[in-house]
């Protein structure tokens, strides 16, 4: 069974506020408390939780796309455009 969107984002919005709270703690909408034991579990549960939403809500994914200077080589080693090897 899948996970309505708006209770996504109040799970969203309850990690955020544990993420702002010194203790990493936060209640939830619900009542319930979530405690994490490191900023580095709270950040993987907020991106988790976006990455949900996004794929509930139709919105595609997140890309990274690599980029580079014009002039420069794209890779380490390969000559410049125009250039001699």
């Not at 794209?74 to 090897?85: I, Q």
Request: no cysteine; net charge positive; proline share 9%.
């Amino acid at each position: 069974m899948a996970i309505a969107v708006t209770e996504l984002q109040s799970m969203l919005d309850t990690v955020i506020r544990a993420i702002g709270n010194p203790t990493l703690r936060a209640r939830g909408p619900d009542g319930r408390e979530v405690q994490y034991r490191s900023m580095d579990e709270a950040l993987k549960a907020k991106g988790t939780l976006e990455d949900l939403i996004r794929e509930a809500s139709g919105v595609p994914p997140r890309v990274s796309l690599a980029t580079h200077r014009r002039g420069e080589p794209a890779l380490p080693g390969w000559p410049r455009p125009g250039g001699n090897w």
